[in-house]
Nanobody
Framework: QVQLVESGGGLVQTGGSLRLSCAAS?????????MGWFRQAPGKEREFVAA?????YYADSVKGRFTISRDNPKNTVYLQMNSLKPEDTAVYYC???????????????WGQGTQVTVSS
């Protein structure tokens, strides 16, 4: 089993920045896991944001504004979010899986989510 705990959400104004963190733990967790982020806004379906193992993958809506990174010794993945917009408002979920990332990536492990609110 793998446990994921997110932190770093909050309220920010349009154009501001936030950094989310996700700490992974568990007997089976390793650097072989793909780690990533999804988000879900009120009344909308959950959507992919970013993922990485060795390569980095981004949704078109966040390219150039968000950066995913990873600290393997700490088993932690980060999401640096810059130039935030009101449409980025959502609950952000950390996710992990051993399967290779693809456009249909559906991870097995999820965090509890952290709220990001961008005010206009």
């Amino acid at each position: 089993q793998v446990q994921l705990v997110e932190s770093g959400g909050g309220l920010v104004q349009t154009g501001g920045s936030l950094r989310l963190s996700c700490a992974a733990s568990g007997r089976t967790f390793s650097t072989d896991y793909v780690m990533g982020w999804f988000r879900q806004a009120p009344g909308k379906e959950r959507e992919f944001v970013a993922a990485m193992r060795w390569g980095r993958y981004y949704a078109d809506s966040v390219k150039g504004r968000f950066t995913i990174s990873r600290d393997n010794p700490k088993n932690t993945v980060y999401l640096q979010m810059n130039s935030l917009k009101p449409e980025d408002t959502a609950v952000y979920y950390c996710a992990a899986d051993t399967r290779r990332y693809s456009s249909s990536w559906n991870p097995d492990y999820w965090g509890q989510g952290t709220q990001v609110t961008v005010s206009s």
